[in-house]
Nanobody, 123 residues
Framework: QVQLVESGGDSVQAGESLRLSCAAS????????MGWFRQAPGKEREGVAV???????GYADSVKGRFTISRDNAKNTLYLQMNSLKPDDTAMYYC?????????????????WGQGTQVAVSS
C-alpha cells in the first residue's frame, strides 16, 4: 500500500534552516504530483509547495524565495528546503501525493497523506 513518511522537523531559531524529507513507497513515485502542506494550531491547513512529475513547481506567497521543493525520483523521496525560517512557519508539515490538479489551492485533491513532522520556530 502507499506510504508517505516525513522526517526532518525540529525546533529552531528564526533565521535558521531545515530540510524536510518525505519517503514514498507503494506506487510509481515519478509519475505523480507531490506536495507539502502545513497546519498550525487553531488554523486551517494551507498549501506550501507542490511539484509536478516533470518538475514544475508552485509555492505559497508566504514562502516564495525562502522554501524550495524538490524530488529525487531515483530515491522516491520528496524534499522541502526551508531557509530563513520565521515563527509564522511553525506548524505540522505534511507530505501529500497523487493529485490531478497539482496546486497548493487544492489539498483535497491529493489522495495520500503522511503523518506529519513538526516544525517549531522561535524568535
Amino acid at each position: 500500500q502507499v506510504q508517505l513518511v516525513e522526517s526532518g522537523g525540529d525546533s529552531v531559531q528564526a533565521g535558521e534552516s531545515l530540510r524536510l524529507s518525505c519517503a514514498a513507497s507503494g506506487y510509481i513515485f515519478s509519475r505523480y504530483c507531490m506536495g507539502w502542506f502545513r497546519q498550525a494550531p487553531g488554523k486551517e491547513r494551507e498549501g506550501v509547495a507542490v511539484i509536478a512529475p516533470y518538475g514544475s513547481t508552485g509555492y505559497a506567497d508566504s514562502v516564495k524565495g525562502r522554501f524550495t521543493i524538490s524530488r529525487d525520483n531515483a530515491k522516491n523521496t520528496l524534499y522541502l528546503q526551508m531557509n530563513s525560517l520565521k515563527p509564522d512557519d511553525t506548524a505540522m508539515y505534511y507530505c501529500a501525493a497523487v493529485s490531478p490538479r497539482c496546486a497548493i489551492l487544492y489539498p483535497d485533491s491529493f489522495t495520500y497523506w503522511g503523518q506529519g513532522t513538526q516544525v517549531a520556530v522561535s524568535s
